[in-house]
């Protein structure tokens, strides 16, 4: 049973940057798609950035596109999100998690199945 684990949250002023780390307790590229999520208080929950593990295809929403970019290091086990140029509204609740199945959108958070426990990402 893989576990996901994220870090790397915090707090930042607008223009700044963060990078959020997962790691995974076992190997979650045996899957379709692992990517990153967040969710903002009152607001339901968005994909931000996505990779398909097969052939390595980057997903990101357009409102963090030329921003943030998403990554991953097999031997680690783990998936990384760069975040540069961040702005208030990037301030929400990140979640990394991993799906084994390859239909549906990358970004669409309903198709994913392990997640973490969420970091908080604040943008003042």
């Known amino acids: 049973h893989v576990q996901l684990v994220e870090s790397g949250g915090g707090s930042v002023q607008a223009g700044g940057s963060l990078s959020l780390s997962c790691g995974a307790s076992?190997?979650?590229?045996?899957?379709?798609?692992v990517g990153w999520f967040r969710q903002a208080p009152g607001k339901e929950r968005e994909g931000v950035a996505a990779?398909?593990?097969?052939?390595?295809?980057?997903y990101y929403a357009d409102s963090v596109k030329g921003r943030f970019t998403i990554s991953q290091d097999n031997a680690v086990n783990t998936l990384y999100l760069q975040m540069n140029s961040l702005e208030p509204e990037d301030t929400a609740m990140y979640y990394c998690?991993?799906?084994?199945?390859?239909?549906?959108?990358?970004?669409?958070?309903?198709?994913?199945?392990?997640w973490g426990q969420g970091t908080q990402v604040t943008v003042s």
């Open positions: 998690s991993a799906k084994r199945s390859a239909s549906g959108s990358p970004l669409w958070f309903g198709g994913y199945s392990i």
């Open positions: 076992g190997s979650i590229y045996g899957g379709a798609c």
């Open positions: 990779v398909r593990t097969g052939d390595g295809s980057t």
